[in-house]
């Protein structure tokens, strides 16, 4: 288990808490469908991996991205898995070659629409 | 997260659903007569091609850049609509809902009312769980006046006509993904579609608006899914800013299809 989604998921998990109980440790790892003892070990960093799908029931309780959370656990989504398994050359060069590219660089390859004031 | 794919605008939101995409369009289409009768929905004629406002940020208004989204060409007087859809999941068969508000110059096409992104307690917002199509500004009796282009300043335009500038032009959408916990409820029930509408040369800019036009006659459905479906803070808008197409070759270069 990646340990930086556990202390993510506690900090996040705490601070949904303060305003609203059921996100007490035991009603959110009930909602996702694991134990409240195995959410505890995934929040302390113990070895306790989590499925893809458990991942973005956890990310949609907490109302994170789940691209962010399935970062955090050092794996990508399945669907995008299987794009990339497509054709796994030209993703590999793709990817590698935007690493260091700047951020503006990137939006711009995919037509990303910027949102502005109004 | 909006972008443009092969001509068409994409609101996409993988961190609700990896398929949670809706896809829209701008078409021009024939302008109904004003004679006081209602028409069926107009033909199309062309699909209009969109641009990216930051490709063009050299050539265009100051106040363009600051709305930031997309800019497409129209003539003056030419009808158009916004065709909207939402792709069927690939495992459920049923196409991801979103609650979607339209608006032009910055007022509802839907409701008529100033543009208001942050709430749901008003019906300026459709329902969309399919194909969809925003024909032009909602009336009563679920009749829709056609959107008809008509430059910003000459004083025909819906907002013009409705209040004190200043004047925005254009096109307003912001789209509002089902919440996923909502989506998970819906799983297998094959939502209804419902059919909400809306809508709208001397001059002084590239700014066009939407003015109301001919009637169309349209079904307006209430929203089935309740206020607490859809996921606010999820949202992706877009203001799309309607060129006056003589002046398109300048703004980018091209002549328009």
New interface residues.
């Given amino acids: 288990m990646n340990p930086v989604i556990g202390t993510y998921v506690r900090r996040k998990r705490l601070a949904l808490l303060e305003k609203d109980r059921r996100f007490s440790l035991r009603q959110v790892a009930m909602r996702i469908g694991i134990e409240p003892s195995y959410l505890s070990k995934v929040e302390r960093n113990e070895k306790a991996p989590l499925s893809e799908p458990k991942i973005l029931a956890l ?2 309780e907490l ?6 959370l399935m970062a955090l656990s050092g794996k990508v ?1 399945s ?2 898995q299987e794009i990339i398994i497509k054709r796994p050359q030209l993703f590999a060069q793709l990817l590698s070659s935007l690493e260091s590219a700047p951020d503006k660089a990137v939006l ?1 390859l ?9 | 997260m909006v972008f443009l794919e092969d001509g068409k605008l994409v609101f996409f939101f993988p961190s609700v659903h990896p398929q949670a995409r809706l896809e829209a369009s701008f078409v021009r289409a024939i302008k109904v007569p004003q004679d006081g009768r209602a028409y069926a929905q107009p033909v199309q004629k062309d699909c209009l091609p969109i641009a990216l406002v930051d490709d063009h940020a050299q050539r265009l208004p100051p106040a363009w850049i600051e709305h930031g989204g997309v800019m497409l060409p129209v003539e003056r007087s030419d009808a158009l609509y916004i065709c909207l859809e939402s792709v069927p999941i690939f495992d459920t068969g049923v196409a991801y809902p979103f609650a979607v508000k339209a608006g032009a110059g910055k007022i509802s096409a839907f409701s008529g009312e100033p543009w208001d992104e942050s709430r749901f307690d008003k019906p300026d917002y459709a329902v969309v769980t399919g194909r969809f199509w925003i024909d032009g500004f909602c009336g009563e009796d679920g009749k829709v006046s056609q959107f008809v282009a008509q430059p910003l300043g000459m004083g025909h335009t819906l907002e013009e006509k409705s209040r004190p500038g200043p004047y925005w032009g254009g096109i307003q959408i912001a789209v509002y993904p089902m919440r996923p916990q909502a989506w998970k409820e819906l799983a297998m029930f094959s939502a209804p579609r419902p059919h909400i509408v809306a809508e709208q040369q001397a001059h002084f800019g590239p700014d066009m608006g939407l003015a109301p036009g001919g009637t169309i006659s349209q079904n307006i459905a209430q929203d089935p899914f309740g206020s607490q479906a859809w996921d606010c803070l999820t949202k992706a808008r877009c203001f799309v800013h309607l060129a006056d197409a003589a002046q398109w070759e300048r703004l980018i270069g091209a002549t328009p299809c």
Wanted: hydrophobic content about 30%; aromatic content about 4%.
């Fill in positions: 990310a949609d109302g994170e991205d789940r691209d962010v989504r669907d995008l711009k995919i037509k990303s629409v910027r949102d502005g004031k109004w």
